[in-house]
């Protein structure tokens, strides 16, 4: 009898939703890059996908939304950086998440965290559909991600803290929501990679205010207790598991997918920009080296977006020291390039600019290959305490973001145009 009310009270809910979806049109959302930050060494890297909280409802840049406040929340508790990607959707559900997620890149990420259920509960999806969408979801993500990658599911928040939901049809969904909360517990539980994690009601529910940072700091709070227990610490020793980009992927297939990465900025043989030369200048003198540039590699060649204190606009691959930054997700420092077999025979260092010194940073595509480097130079060597790592993956990333930010961009006017042409 109740599945059979259920039936009956699927198309009202679903014009219920609609209604509450278009009072959440005028809310402020971020509008900037899907990502977040904080400062550190050997980050974590994490993917949040959903609905509900991984939108960012209430405020306007993902540094204080969900991503932000778990990148924070995480380092807090790892001493580790932790860099953080969002794909939200308004409405998402288990079933539509998969058309979401670019499952070719989930290896790079240690730790997938779902949002989802709100979308669910909202059209009232049975609880037969509900298990089988999330089986099908969380097969795909643990066949496509890393071995040590881990998933964690959130709870949805319970509906009746909400105003919008204080109705008899939001009751409604708020009962469904509740349902789902147990299946998702109950079938977590069987997963050795899955960990559910149940969200709490935030002061500014209780108050009856719309979201605030300080909601996404709670959840977010809750969230990186049970995944810093996992995360593990050891796996990027040299007796731990390789990288992920080394893994199921040949040389070629990296290299091909750089070069898709590259072709799609736009980046190759353009003009210098403004934006991109104020920050590598900075990188020179902030880390005190006279000698500083964006490098961008495709094929066989290292080409220069911008660069200061070196007159070279491009060098052979083979010549690149940026080839090998590009290896792993994290800094490479050559103290002395004299005393490293790697690049002691190295054009650059053996004549000029007789170079000694390197440290550089990989900046990534929005697609997560690694593209080039933020790199700093010296013709003086160093010691490696001598360097200040965190401040050069900080620029780095602040040049990732404007990389990034450029591409949404482009497509969001890509996108006008098309709209403009079919009208």
Same mark, same amino acid.
């Given at each position: 009898?109740?599945?059979?009310?259920? !039936?009956?009270?699927?198309?009202?809910?679903?014009?219920?939703?609609?209604?509450?979806?278009?009072?959440?049109?005028?809310?402020?959302?971020?509008?900037?890059?899907?990502?977040? @930050?904080?400062?550190?060494?050997?980050?974590?890297?994490?993917?949040? $996908?959903?609905?509900?909280?991984?939108?960012?409802?209430?405020?306007?840049?993902?540094?204080?939304?969900?991503?932000?406040?778990?990148?924070?929340?995480?380092?807090?508790?790892?001493?580790?950086?932790?860099?953080?990607?969002?794909?939200?959707?308004?409405?998402?559900?288990?079933?539509?998440?998969?058309?979401?997620?670019?499952?070719?890149?989930?290896?790079?990420?240690?730790?997938?965290?779902?949002?989802?259920?709100?979308?669910?509960?909202?059209?009232?999806?049975?609880?037969?559909? !509900?298990?089988?969408?999330?089986?099908?979801?969380?097969?795909?993500?643990?066949?496509?991600?890393?071995?040590?990658?881990?998933?964690?599911?959130?709870?949805?928040?319970?509906?009746?803290?909400?105003?919008?939901?204080?109705?008899?049809?939001?009751?409604?969904?708020?009962?469904?929501?509740?349902?789902?909360?147990?299946?998702?517990?109950?079938?977590?539980?069987?997963?050795?990679? $899955?960990?559910?994690?149940?969200?709490? $009601?935030?002061? %500014?529910?209780?108050?009856?205010?719309?979201?605030?940072?300080?909601?996404?700091?709670? !959840?977010?709070?809750?969230?990186?207790?049970?995944?810093?227990?996992?995360?593990?610490?050891?796996?990027?020793?040299?007796?731990?598991?390789?990288?992920?980009?080394?893994?199921?992927?040949?040389?070629?297939?990296?290299?091909?997918?750089? @070069?898709?990465?590259?072709?799609?900025?736009?980046?190759?043989?353009?003009?210098?920009?403004?934006?991109?030369?104020?920050?590598?200048?900075?990188?020179?003198?902030?880390?005190?080296?006279?000698?500083?540039?964006?490098?961008?590699?495709?094929?066989?060649?290292?080409?220069?977006?911008?660069?200061?204190?070196?007159?070279?606009?491009?060098?052979?691959?083979?010549?690149?020291?940026?080839? $090998?930054?590009?290896?792993?997700?994290?800094?490479?420092?050559?103290?002395?390039?004299?005393?490293?077999?790697?690049?002691?025979?190295?054009?650059?260092?053996?004549?000029?600019? @007789?170079?000694?010194?390197?440290?550089?940073?990989?900046?990534?595509?929005?697609?997560?290959?690694?593209?080039? %480097?933020?790199?700093?130079?010296?013709? /003086?060597?160093?010691?490696?305490?001598?360097?200040?790592?965190?401040?050069?993956?900080?620029?780095?990333?602040?040049?990732?973001? /404007?990389? !990034?930010?450029?591409? /949404?961009?482009?497509?969001?006017?890509?996108?006008? /145009?098309?709209?403009?042409?079919?009208?």
């Amino acid at each position: 009898m109740r599945e059979f009310f259920r !039936w009956l009270m699927v198309p009202a809910m679903r014009v219920w939703v609609s209604v509450v979806e278009r009072r959440f049109v005028r809310i402020p959302v971020p509008t900037d890059a899907p990502q977040a @930050h904080s400062l550190g060494l050997d980050s974590d890297r994490i993917l949040i $996908v959903g609905g509900g909280p991984a939108v960012g409802w209430g405020v306007l840049s993902h540094a204080v939304a969900l991503p932000g406040a778990l990148a924070r929340a995480l380092t807090a508790r790892t001493g580790r950086g932790a860099d953080v990607d969002v794909t939200a959707r308004s409405g998402m559900t288990a079933r539509s998440a998969p058309s979401h997620i670019d499952f070719v890149n989930l290896w790079r990420y240690d730790a997938v965290v779902l949002t989802l259920g709100i979308g669910d509960a909202g059209r009232l999806t049975s609880m037969r559909a !509900w298990r089988s969408d999330l089986n099908r979801l969380l097969g795909q993500i643990e066949a496509a991600s890393s071995v040590g990658t881990e998933i964690f599911l959130a709870g949805i928040v319970p509906l009746a803290s909400m105003p919008v939901f204080r109705s008899p049809l939001g009751t409604m969904a708020g009962a469904q929501a509740a349902a789902i909360n147990a299946a998702s517990a109950a079938f977590c539980a069987g997963d050795d990679r $899955v960990t559910f994690v149940p969200l709490p $009601v935030t002061v %500014a529910a209780v108050s009856g205010r719309f979201r605030s940072a300080s909601d996404y700091d709670t !959840w977010a709070a809750v969230l990186a207790e049970r995944m810093a227990r996992t995360l593990d610490p050891q796996r990027r020793t040299a007796d731990g598991p390789m990288y992920p980009e080394a893994q199921n992927r040949t040389v070629d297939e990296i290299e091909e997918a750089r @070069h898709r990465a590259v072709m799609a900025l736009s980046l190759l043989d353009t003009e210098p920009e403004e934006r991109f030369d104020r920050i590598v200048a900075l990188a020179s003198s902030t880390l005190g080296t006279t000698a500083a540039a964006f490098t961008v590699l495709d094929g066989d060649r290292q080409w220069n977006k911008s660069i200061v204190g070196l007159r070279v606009a491009e060098i052979p691959r083979s010549s690149s020291f940026c080839t $090998v930054t590009v290896l792993e997700p994290v800094a490479l420092v050559v103290p002395d390039a004299l005393l490293d077999p790697r690049f002691r025979d190295n054009p650059l260092v053996v004549s000029g600019p @007789h170079l000694r010194f390197y440290a550089g940073f990989p900046i990534e595509s929005p697609s997560g290959e690694r593209i080039g %480097a933020l790199c700093v130079y010296d013709r /003086e060597p160093r010691s490696e305490e001598g360097v200040d790592v965190v401040l050069l993956r900080e620029l780095a990333l602040l040049l990732q973001n /404007e990389l !990034w930010q450029s591409t /949404e961009q482009r497509a969001a006017d890509d996108g006008s /145009e098309r709209a403009g042409q079919g009208s």
